[in-house]
């Protein structure tokens, strides 16, 4: 009878720790997330032009594009 209790007792500590671990999860998910979106609004290019500017950076735009040089 004592195995029974023990070994029941061990479940419902195992329960409790996924429980907990799917929670941090979660959690971590969300953060995740919420960094990549901040990371996409800062890289583009208006707000890397807007920080070079705030921060009295003397850079300018290309005003060609980018071509290609082949072999």
Do not use: H, W
């Not at 004592?2 to 070994?7: S, W």
Request: hydrophobic share 35%; charged share 30%; net charge negative.
């Amino acid at each position: 009878i004592f195995f029974f209790i023990g070994n029941r007792y061990t479940c419902m500590q195992k329960l409790r720790e996924i429980d907990r671990l799917q929670q941090r999860l979660r959690d971590i998910r969300f953060e995740a997330l919420s960094i990549s979106s901040e990371l996409t609004g800062n890289s583009r290019q208006s707000q890397v032009e807007l920080l070079i500017e705030e921060q009295g950076i003397e850079l300018e735009g290309a005003k060609t594009p980018p071509y290609e040089l082949y072999k």
